[in-house]
């Protein structure tokens, strides 16, 4: 199986955002290239792990609902942090790992962006030394 | 099924596996065949970019993040033509003493193990990068232990022509890393060796290996395979099993190897670390240059080692405590930040071990004990006083509440760091150095083989990889490895008149 995250777009995005805000810059494309490197990431790992993380995905939308009478996508993303710290924060070592795993795949949408690296002043090169002298 | 007939089958090209491939070279000018099985890929030179999401899926099993059975654990470690070697930083350090011996096996001494390792370092050019290729990042690190009085030491390295990449983790684009993948393994072929590629040992019956060999999936880096797709039955005299810490003991508990060793999969160590990072005022070299030179040794005295380290931009990102403006802020700095890489000096426990599901799935289970906790706290405290002594104006902490500290609270860091804000699951951990679960010792009650690799009961079966250690060896285990491996075939062909005539 292979996840997609179109199930849960607007809730997925919102979160990204509330890990990254530089992401709510992110053009179509820019999203698109994001949630590719996620789900091809989620491709490699086992079924169950993929269902979690969209079952997680929806209760986080469904709690947001709960709490602040709207979805993820509609609360600021100050407000979407202060439920994902909560969580973070948690006893429950589940709900942690949670956060963790969703803030893994976030940063790792973004921050494989070239785009990304070259924004945050990364300049790796093989060339080395040869490409700074 | 296809059948195949050899005389000894290597499983795992890494710092075992290569070094035994190497070792037993010569017996196929006798007419003896020799068969290394690797999982991953062999890539062409020209298919190391440096991009870290390409290269993590390629050389890494799980892109570089197996997780843990409690999920608060990633380990990381290579699955490709030539294992981990292929993606580690080259660091080429010799056991202390006091841990060969505090590992009690017997037959196995410090002395023997320091020898093989000088011969390997050899081999490998392993030197002393000299001072002109040393980045502000190395630099920034020594000066700081100098500056409150501590002496840190530099790291002898496995490079030939390197260029300063700093990509060593995502694979050499220089071919410039030393590891088995450049020296042993093409040493081995050379002289008639086999190497199988995508090649997955399945299980070990009597003298025998069940192995899959796979195509490449579309746009997957990497040769195919040597051998068609499909199904193998192995047969061979002899079985060295050199699959790393995870797949070593995971490979026999899935053949049923652990009815006969009660102690497989246990004693699994692997030297939890995180990485800090100092904000510095000015622009540093940091993703210029070799990234690991120095480190500061307090094992033995606080159980922790502190290194030298600089990472790509997901890796770090993952790393850093917590998300949202502060953490993209630090992100942002990145052309002015200094990374240390904290490592605790676990021990072998009841419980960290390595077990298959009822699918003969691979699961590794580790809890971080009160001193590990306790290890990170202390290196933690460490870590920062040397980016403050060497000039940084802020420091993300993973164990202080907030985790970014400023120049201000410099001197309030027992205070402001503490283990009790380690929470698995929140805090980012990862392990690169994975030991144990087969471990040498004395008998099938206490460990899995003797001190030469030999399996308790079964003189067909070897191992030779890390998964031999008793217990944490509290440096940069690549050297040792090679040692034990060394010996281990050492100890094959001296048996091997028995092992080919039964």
Request: proline letters at 5%.
């Amino acid at each position: 199986m292979s996840v997609s995250l179109g199930v849960v777009r607007d809730p997925f995005r919102a979160l990204c955002i509330a890990f990254v805000p530089e992401s709510a810059e992110l053009n179509e494309p820019g999203w698109r290239e994001l949630e590719c490197e996620v789900e091809r990431a989620l491709a490699d790992r086992p079924t169950s792990m993929q269902k979690q993380m969209v079952l997680l995905i929806r209760i986080l939308d469904l709690l947001a609902r709960v709490r602040h009478g709207n979805p993820l996508a509609a609360l600021t993303p100050a407000a979407r942090r202060e439920i994902l710290t909560r969580l973070q924060d948690s006893r429950w070592l589940l709900l942690r790992r949670g956060v963790w795993g969703l803030r893994t795949l976030a940063f790792l949408g973004y921050y494989s962006r070239p785009d990304t690296a070259a924004s945050i002043g990364y300049r790796a090169d093989a060339r080395g030394w040869e490409a700074r002298r | 099924m296809n059948r195949i007939q050899a005389d000894v089958v290597i499983i795992g090209s890494g710092a075992g596996g290569g070094t035994i491939a190497q070792a037993l070279a010569p017996l196929t000018a006798d007419g003896r065949k020799v068969l290394v099985l690797e999982q991953g890929a062999r890539l062409r030179d020209d298919e190391y970019t440096g991009v870290e999401s390409e290269m993590a899926r390629a050389l890494y099993e799980d892109s570089g993040g197996f997780l843990t059975e409690q999920g608060t654990l990633t380990l990381a470690f290579g699955r490709t033509y030539g294992g981990s070697t292929a993606v580690y930083t080259g660091t080429s350090l010799i056991a202390p003493e006091r841990v060969i011996r505090g590992w009690d096996v017997p037959d196995l001494d410090h002395d023997d193990i320091a020898r093989r390792c000088r011969n390997f370092a050899a081999q490998n050019h392993v030197h002393l990068l000299p001072d002109d290729e040393i980045n502000d990042n190395n630099r920034l690190f020594e000066l700081g232990c100098r500056r409150i009085g501590l002496e840190a030491e530099q790291f002898p390295v496995n490079l030939n022509g390197c260029r300063g990449s700093s990509l060593c983790n995502l694979g050499c684009p220089n071919a410039a890393k030393m590891g088995t993948d450049r020296v042993q393994l093409p040493a081995a072929e050379t002289a008639g060796v086999e190497v199988v590629t995508r090649a997955e040992a399945l299980r070990i019956e009597e003298r025998a290996v069940i192995a899959r060999v796979s195509r490449p999936l579309d746009g997957e880096k990497g040769l195919p395979s040597a051998w068609e797709p499909g199904e193998y039955r192995i047969e061979a005299s002899a079985v060295v099993v050199a699959g790393g810490a995870v797949g070593s003991p995971a490979l026999l508990l899935r053949s049923g190897f652990g009815r006969l060793l009660p102690r497989l999969g246990e004693g699994f160590t692997c030297h939890p670390a995180f990485i800090l990072v100092g904000e510095h005022e000015e622009r540093i070299t940091n993703d210029v240059g070799h990234p690991k030179s120095f480190y500061l040794d307090r094992a033995q005295e606080e159980g922790y080692v502190l290194e030298t380290c600089m990472y790509f931009p997901f890796i770090t990102a993952k790393n850093l405590t917590g998300f949202g403006p502060d953490h993209s802020a630090l992100m942002k700095a990145f052309p002015r930040l200094q990374m240390i890489l904290v490592l605790a000096c676990d021990r072998a426990v009841p419980g960290n071990r390595v077990s298959v599901s009822g699918k003969g799935v691979t699961r590794v289970h580790y809890e971080f004990t009160p001193e590990v906790r306790s290890s990170l706290a202390r290196a933690t405290v460490m870590a920062a006083r040397i980016f403050f002594a060497a000039g940084a104006v802020r420091v993300h902490a993973p164990l202080a509440s907030p985790p970014l500290l400023t120049r201000g609270q410099a001197d309030q860091l027992d205070q402001r760091i503490s283990a009790d804000e380690f929470l698995p699951g929140r805090t980012s951990v990862s392990a690169a150095h994975l030991m144990g679960g087969c471990a040498m010792g004395r008998t099938p009650e206490d460990s899995v083989t003797d001190a030469w690799g030999r399996v308790h009961g079964v003189p067909w079966l070897r191992i030779g990889d890390s998964s031999l250690f008793p217990d944490s060896l509290e440096i940069n285990p690549y050297l040792t490895i090679m040692a034990l491996a060394d010996r281990t075939a050492e100890a094959l062909m001296a048996d091997s008149a028995d092992l080919f005539d039964s």
